[in-house]
């Protein structure tokens, strides 16, 4: 067996949450409003399904096909040579999308607090530390996001409460003034984010109790919803109509903290906040990347090929866009279908047949 760890139930819905708020907690707010506007929260909501949709679908697969992840039991499903064809597409859409979380980190450490460094630099040494993570296997990854995320959680609940005084309700008005139309496009960019809970179809196997999973996978995508419809909402209060026009809405509405002009300029918690989610974020594609290349080979050990997978995770990020503008460009419109379509769709499909087929055996 590739990888022998565990991980217990409680650890997964940990590793669950910055799969969707890392990156997500800076991005999403402009990226919803440009299309939603003042409804962005509402469009939050429903962009949450297609993530408990995954969660349901995952859960079952796994059920029928227990100790496999889905390299493994798309074979099964839809024969060895559309397995092997899928099981490619869904590797390298891991590898591109990994690339494109890598970007996402290194353009705003980059862009909001070391200008004069280069961008290869912050992207190699991001990719170097998370292969040692990877390396360590997912046991390592699981105590890493154990330790992070209840910090993450309770620095960004702070945030929230010093802001407080500078949100204003009305800015939620008018509601849904140009019908639901805008508010459905605004969700779109969210199906992306939530769809990123396909990783528990390579996660699975590794847990330590299957019984409690759904459960707990329920419960991280409900927290998850309620911390991006928080921090939505809180830019929302506090920019109205302009939100969308922030390249990082969050990061300006937290440099209106001041209290007593001693508590202020606190924008390295919100720093801090993202590096940490976007190292576990990338650790988590990396390992499914190198597990799912070593099942689609053959491999009897993953550890080989975690370095040489870094340089095409490297090379990814660079070449994924020339510059910050044309980059947020491809996020909020290309890189969203053909996501929705490996991470959503594909894994439906098999779904539809793999029960379909068992109905057919039944009768």
Same mark, same amino acid.
């Given at each position: 067996?590739?990888?022998?760890?565990?991980? =217990?139930?409680?650890?997964?819905?940990?590793i669950?949450?910055?799969?969707?708020?890392?990156?997500?907690? !800076?991005? +999403?707010?402009? %990226?919803?409003?440009?299309?939603?506007?003042?409804? !962005?929260? @509402?469009?939050?909501?429903?962009? =949450?399904v297609?993530?408990?949709?995954?969660?349901?679908?995952?859960?079952?697969?796994?059920?029928?096909? +227990?100790?496999?992840?889905?390299?493994?039991?798309?074979?099964?499903?839809?024969?060895?040579?559309?397995?092997?064809?899928?099981?490619?597409?869904?590797?390298? %859409?891991?590898?591109?999308?990994?690339?494109?979380?890598?970007?996402?980190?290194?353009?705003?450490?980059?862009?909001?607090?070391?200008?004069?460094?280069?961008?290869?630099?912050?992207?190699?040494?991001?990719?170097?530390?998370?292969a +040692?993570?990877?390396?360590?296997?997912?046991?390592?990854?699981?105590?890493?996001?154990?330790? $992070?995320?209840?910090?993450?959680?309770?620095?960004?609940?702070? %945030?929230?409460?010093?802001?407080?005084?500078?949100?204003?309700?009305?800015?939620?008005?008018?509601?849904?003034?140009?019908?639901?139309?805008?508010?459905?496009?605004?969700?779109?960019?969210?199906f992306?984010?939530?769809?990123?809970?396909?990783?528990?179809?390579?996660?699975?196997? /590794?847990?330590?109790? #299957?019984?409690?999973?759904?459960?707990?996978?329920?419960?991280?995508?409900? @927290?998850?919803?309620?911390?991006?419809?928080?921090?939505?909402?809180?830019?929302l209060?506090?920019?109205?109509?302009?939100?969308?026009?922030?390249?990082?809405?969050?990061? =300006?509405?937290?440099?209106?903290? #001041?209290?007593?002009? $001693?508590?202020?300029h606190?924008?390295? @918690?919100?720093?801090?906040?993202?590096?940490?989610?976007?190292?576990?974020?990338? #650790? @988590?594609?990396?390992?499914?990347?190198?597990?799912?290349?070593?099942?689609? +080979?053959?491999? #009897?050990?993953?550890?080989?090929?975690? /370095?040489?997978?870094? %340089?095409?995770?490297?090379?990814?990020?660079?070449?994924?866009?020339?510059?910050?503008?044309v980059?947020?460009?491809?996020?909020?419109?290309?890189?969203?279908? /053909?996501?929705?379509?490996?991470?959503?769709?594909?894994?439906?499909?098999?779904?539809?047949?793999?029960?379909?087929?068992?109905?057919?055996?039944?009768?």
């Amino acid at each position: 067996m590739l990888e022998k760890g565990k991980i =217990s139930p409680l650890q997964m819905a940990i590793i669950m949450y910055p799969m969707v708020v890392a990156t997500g907690d !800076l991005l +999403l707010p402009r %990226i919803v409003a440009i299309h939603a506007g003042r409804d !962005l929260w @509402i469009s939050t909501m429903i962009g =949450s399904v297609t993530g408990f949709i995954l969660v349901y679908i995952t859960f079952k697969l796994h059920e029928r096909y +227990l100790g496999e992840t889905i390299i493994q039991y798309s074979e099964k499903i839809v024969g060895r040579l559309c397995g092997k064809i899928f099981g490619f597409f869904f590797i390298f %859409i891991c590898i591109y999308g990994d690339g494109i979380i890598t970007r996402q980190y290194a353009e705003f450490v980059v862009g909001s607090f070391m200008p004069k460094t280069p961008l290869m630099v912050v992207i190699a040494s991001m990719i170097f530390a998370c292969a +040692l993570a990877v390396r360590g296997g997912i046991e390592g990854i699981a105590r890493i996001a154990q330790l $992070f995320i209840p910090i993450i959680l309770i620095l960004w609940v702070i %945030i929230i409460l010093l802001l407080l005084p500078d949100m204003e309700i009305k800015n939620i008005f008018p509601i849904m003034e140009n019908g639901m139309k805008p508010v459905f496009r605004g969700a779109i960019p969210l199906f992306g984010w939530f769809d990123n809970v396909v990783i528990l179809a390579m996660l699975l196997p /590794f847990l330590s109790n #299957s019984d409690k999973g759904m459960k707990w996978g329920v419960i991280s995508l409900c @927290i998850v919803l309620l911390t991006l419809l928080a921090l939505n909402i809180t830019t929302l209060f506090i920019f109205g109509g302009i939100t969308a026009t922030f390249t990082y809405p969050v990061m =300006s509405a937290v440099r209106y903290i #001041s209290i007593a002009d $001693f508590l202020e300029h606190i924008e390295s @918690i919100v720093m801090a906040i993202w590096v940490a989610g976007a190292f576990i974020k990338i #650790s @988590i594609f990396y390992y499914i990347i190198v597990i799912g290349t070593s099942q689609w +080979l053959g491999l #009897s050990n993953y550890r080989p090929i975690v /370095f040489p997978m870094g %340089i095409y995770i490297i090379i990814c990020s660079i070449w994924v866009a020339p510059n910050l503008q044309v980059f947020s460009h491809f996020l909020g419109t290309t890189y969203i279908p /053909f996501n929705i379509t490996m991470a959503f769709v594909f894994p439906l499909l098999l779904f539809i047949i793999a029960f379909t087929r068992k109905r057919e055996v039944s009768t």
